[in-house]
């Protein structure tokens, strides 16, 4: 299919692995190759058929690719690949350090425009799906409040946290909304609720033989920023346990605008996300914004774009009179 | 405030009542006239210092106001005041009959186009923000199934319906959604629903004194279109309870998109709304996308649009800037 958007793929992690299987529901993408820091060969692919091929020869691929998605985390990857690669390439990305969004965003648009590139960063559900959301509530009710729930899902920044102290061998970290806090939310009371009083933390540890439980719950349970300002629970379970149980990425959570119109007239609008696997949620979204990226770029819009520049139109293979018919 | 965006409001019902309010809201904007065919001294607006003027000097006030709200019925008004206005201002409307939306689409495109006027149309909730979450349910699970439920709300034609069967004083319908549907869809279950299986009709109806209440229940549960389909009730009630029980129009809803990502992996998004008033709810959507058409005018989108075509920053007050850093 001459017709169809070239993809590539940054890195083959959980992200490079979900925007894989992504690329084949959406017919009108076909990809074209795996980039990576490791040996290609050792680069376990889902699909035998897809390329792979050594990060440094990227350049090369820069007319044989219509948007490169950039599955690497935000702490190292992108802060550097982001703008190095929206130099050459449409871009999709999903930078999620929120404090250095604006930051980041700068740098990419820097370096895409004068190239006539598109670049869509932050892309997935938080930020992303979630942000949307967040702004449509505040728009549809400029009067009210807007909460974010996160959970039951697995945290990876909380699961790292925990495997780094001395002792423990292997966790997990789920984030957990407090149903009664979104109870409250739902029914447009619109609460005042501390960090504490909106999400619970619950740890499975697996320690080292030997090592002292009661230490090591009570670090987790005391570190800053991670846990000290929730209520923690910890288990400590057996590696096996850890392996059957807790495998999976679920994820999810919602977001709540409550606000008034007219006199004092109640309202309520709330979006929620249900997923068994977090990363190949995320690939989704990503793959579904290429489509947009590489639409905006024909038309002329060229430089740094978040989910908030994008008509929902362009996310979509159908035309926009299908859409207007099927959908509207 | 010079820089507001200057609102016109065409039609002074339930909807028209709502922009006015809405507005008051929107610190950006200010409320410059309301048109109605009525005589201006009869049209009771809520803030005394608002303008009425007769729909018949409209075309006056063509440099005073920036877009222009038309807030009349799809059945008879918009096919009308859509194409008219829009030759002469930008527009939003809140055009709801779904298989007539094409047309409708083009005749205000044809004339909106060629005057570089900018028209926003089937605008509220439902078409509106339930019609972007069925496109973003798709594009982010490609295999899936989009379902929609409204209710628990009162339906105004369903109302209209009853209150035209003889002996029928006055009378309200409420649709309500299937718990049992709406949980299987939330399970991802993907069920083949009839509309049987997915609403419930339930009426509440002032009989004229004499009236055969049989009949009148029998007319209702049987009438094609609006309640053969269903499992409807018929509740015969006073006068005094209709008011006191039955004067407010709540409505909601909503859409779930179930669908499968990687092997089979399942991914759930719900978007629901729980409104204490239909209308002031969709004024005030109505009144957000006034903002976008203001803006898309200036940078030249001109012709007839939908939700679709409206990247969401567009809706907010807030520059692109503190959108990123806030809501990001």
Redo the contacts between chains.
Sequence with gaps: MGNQIRIGIVGYGNIGR?VE??IK??PDMTLTAVFSRRDPAGVGVQDPNVKVVSISEIEQYKDAIDVLILCGGSATDLPEQGPTYARLFNTIDSFDT?AR??EY?GNVDEAAKPNQKTSII?VGWD?G?F??N???G??????GSTYTFWGKGLSQGHSDAIRRIEGVKAGVQYTIPVEEAVQRV?NAENPELTTREKHTRECFVVAEEGADLARIENEIKTMPNYFSDYDTTVNFISEEVLRKEHSTMPHGGFVIRGGK???N?????????????NP??T???LV?YA?AAYRMNKEGQYGAK????????Y??PKS??E???E??
């Design positions: 979900g299987s992504a529901q959406n929120h969004i604006p965003f932050a930020p799906l942000s949307l967040r702004l449509m505040e728009i549809a009710l400029p009067e739902r119109t007219g006199e007239t109640k309202q309520v609008i709330e979006y929620s996300l249900k997923l068994e696997s190949e949620f690939s989704s979204v579904a489509r978040t989910v908030f520049d994008v008509a929902p139109g996310l979509s926009a009179a859409l207007r018919k959908l509207l």
